[in-house]
């Protein structure tokens, strides 16, 4: 039993729906073929009664942990998955799939229209969180996985564990929802508004048609910083940037930057441009903002439905995604009688917090599945 | 004595520093010459004792109160200034001028450079807050006027009253500052300067040498909905829209507008493309990230060289300017044993409060005024 990292690891690939499998979007639109791109770590035991499912955030992928041959960085929740980690590869059979309208491997607006023979681009359909959850389910049915023992995710990833909760009840015995709400908020639309609106802009754009041609660069760039501010938190960004100018005396009566935090923005902007599509930045973003659990109805309505234990965790500088909505669905999940674990912690990290308050998080989620496990025998 | 409106107003228009003047900038920059927009309401007393000078936002102009010949609109706080109103022309004569670098009539980047006969574009110096108190101080001189009554703005216009405060501690016997802050933190830096790269980033920016051709209306515009949507609190953008759908009875599922909050923005920042020049948005972003009433020493010191009355107002929901900040100003005020009036009110407006909530400010602005001016016979 090692207690060291995951190692190599490798992103596997499954398609469905090329054939005889339609797949029919919330749209009505049919989508074929689908691939998921997806990664797991730790063995499936003979019961395969040990699986957690893990979905990743708006720009994620499904490379959660461990280090890609030649890498130097690990996944992106690496901290969290692994031998003796928050969710402990010595136990558990951690599955991260990458969302379709993804361009990280998944069927997305980057990959080949069949039909055409060219990316699809803006012809791609429109995929909702429903969709990405029903595609993942059909993943998990082919890893022979009746039923999980954990659905869990942060930002994105929990609006996916709450749609999985309430269409597939049966099929995990808990989930955990971090940092998420359940339905997207006007603020939450206009932000995402506004860096679908930087990326249209760009005139490299081209209504999406620009694979084999230059790539909408600067908008996409625009996009991520709005994105970067928002992950932080006021506090947060005061504590790590302030005022400290880049290498400059004082300021220098100009438009370059001046400070910390500008380049701190284009820096991260720039690395982001070179690995993610500006469409999927798009389709994704639709897809956050169409979400709303209850579609219209009542929330307490649509969790009746879910019979899964719940593990709720929210941050208290997070503005994104701030914690009287965690409350909002945590009351609703009780209305209904569930086993709901809830916690606000203190953090000023934002919404970023749930990438890096990995301490109180691992604790926390260790203890829940434990406890999961004892009752799911 | 007139309870109504104030009627038609008429801007007009200073022009010092352009023969022996010399107006040299904060850089050390010589600009000439230098022209102001203001216009007045209410009369000057003889004694010219009862002048209220006001300044503006980032993208206002001098036009604070009255209607324009042929306007629907008045000026932006026609609410607060008029007859009877917190402001009350029927006893203060208020003063309002556009900040030098805006393009609202004062000289700034859209101005004639006199030495090539065009536009100055990106040859315009980077101006700062005290450049702009500078010059409006060379407009209440021209106007002979030795003291002013007050000194009053809110967020931008709250920097350039307490510049006012500390150079010219002896030419206003009070100071009002509404939802502002001693310095701008790296959160407003870093949404500056998403709003800066998305200007830059537009192909008809050219480097600032747009004018007379196509001016730079998509960056101007992404600029514009990020700053909406620092001006609404999360609660009032919720209240006004939520999820509401724009003439449609489901979502599209494609990237035309769904909500309600997305064709706001638009509509917004479309009208807003057509007044304001995007250069002078550079240009007073920047003057605004530049802003440190300390300069990197101690606030206390610097609030050492004022010598008014001050009152401070801030609000709940403001997270652009928030009331954490106006309290660490207030508190630095109160370590110099100066006169100060804080109020903290409760809105859900946000930043746009100082704005809207025109009742609460009125009363607390009138009350205000009514002692500095008894105090100061």
Redo the contacts between chains.
């Keep these: 039993m090692s207690l060291d990292g995951l190692g190599i690891v490798e992103t596997h690939s499954f398609t469905f729906a090329d054939t005889g499998q339609d797949f029919i979007l919330k749209?009505g639109?049919k989508l074929a073929p689908v691939t998921l791109a997806y990664e797991t770590y730790g063995e499936l035991n003979q019961e395969k009664s040990n699986a957690i499912l893990i979905y990743h955030a708006l720009t994620g992928d499904a490379h959660a942990a461990g280090f890609h041959e030649g890498d130097k960085k690990p996944g992106w929740w690496d901290k969290m998955i692994g031998p003796g980690k928050g969710f402990d590869t010595n136990k558990y059979f951690v599955i991260c799939a990458n969302v379709i309208g993804s361009c990280q491997g998944s069927t997305g607006p980057v990959s080949i229209n069949p039909k055409t023979d060219k990316a699809y681009g803006?012809s791609f359909?429109?995929v909702t969180i429903e969709d990405m959850v029903v595609a993942q389910k059909k993943l998990i049915d082919h890893l022979g996985i009746k039923k999980l023992l954990c659905s869990a995710g942060g930002s994105m990833g929990g609006l996916l564990a709450q749609k999985w909760a309430v269409m597939y009840p049966e099929t995990t015995a808990s989930t955990i929802l971090i940092a998420c709400n359940t339905?997207?908020?006007?603020?939450q639309?206009?932000?995402h508004?506004?860096a679908?609106?930087?990326i249209?802009?760009?005139?490299d754009w081209q209504k999406g048609d620009y694979y084999e041609k230059s790539i909408p660069a600067?908008?996409l760039?625009?996009s991520r910083?709005?994105g970067?501010?928002t992950y932080?938190s006021?506090t947060s960004?005061?504590e790590?940037?302030?005022?400290k100018l880049i290498g400059k005396e004082k300021?220098g009566?100009?438009?370059s930057h001046?400070?910390e935090?500008?380049s701190y923005?284009?820096y991260r902007s720039d690395s982001f441009v070179q690995r993610f599509d500006a469409n999927s930045y798009?389709y994704l973003s639709?897809a956050l903002?169409?979400f709303?659990l209850a579609e219209?109805g009542e929330l307490t309505d649509v969790f009746s439905k879910a019979t899964c234990s719940f593990l709720v965790i929210s941050y208290t500088s997070d503005?994104l995604y701030?914690p009287y909505q965690s409350k909002q669905m945590v009351k609703a999940l009780k209305a209904n009688d569930l086993d709901v674990s809830a916690i606000l912690i203190d953090s000023s990290y934002g919404h970023d917090a749930f990438l890096v308050e990995v301490e109180k998080q691992s604790k926390l989620i260790s203890h829940f599945l434990n406890r999961i496990e004892k009752e799911n025998p």
């Excluded at 790590?240 to 005022?243: S, V």
């Design positions: 749209s639109v803006l359909p429109v339905r997207h908020t006007a603020q639309i206009a932000l508004e506004v679908r609106q930087a249209m802009a760009d005139p600067r908008g760039a625009v910083m709005i970067h501010i932080m006021e960004m005061e790590k940037f302030g005022r300021v009566y100009d438009f001046d400070f935090v500008e923005l284009k798009l639709k903002d169409y709303d219209d503005w701030p």
